[in-house]
């Protein structure tokens, strides 16, 4: 089994900035793709960005381009998301996924998940 527990989401001004981090235990490897996903209330969850294993190239959806960058420190076994220039569309739960093989955009390829943290971008 894989455990991933996320962290890192609050309270942020519009234009603010957050760093989630999402650290992994029991049989995750650093090999495995991690991903970051979010969920607004009354929404299906969507992709956010992904990472592989090895180095692979991160990827983001279109809505995080240029505002989000999503990282991995192997030795410690986290993969963080760090946003700027934040504005209130972020608003979301955001939950950290991981699975073998290389990254996917589609949530049903991953097979074990955080619990989520909460991101709320407000004035």
């Known amino acids: 089994q894989v455990q991933l527990v996320d962290s890192g989401g609050g309270l942020v001004q519009p234009g603010g900035a957050l760093r989630l981090s999402c650290v992994a235990s029991?049989?995750?490897?650093?090999?495995?793709?991690m991903a970051w996903f979010r969920q607004a209330p009354g929404k299906d969850r969507h992709y956010v960005a992904g990472i592989g294993g090895g180095g692979t190239l991160p990827d983001y959806a279109d809505s995080a381009k240029g505002r989000f960058t999503i990282s991995r420190d192997n030795a410690r076994n986290t993969v963080y998301l760090q946003m700027n220039s934040l504005t209130p569309e972020d608003t979301a739960k955001y939950y950290c996924?991981?699975?073998?093989?290389?990254?996917?955009?589609?949530?049903?390829?991953?097979?074990?998940w955080g619990q989520g943290t909460q991101v709320i971008v407000s004035s």
């Open positions: 029991g049989r995750a490897r650093s090999d495995w793709a």
């Open positions: 996924a991981a699975k073998y093989g290389g990254a996917s955009p589609w949530d049903r390829d991953y097979d074990y």
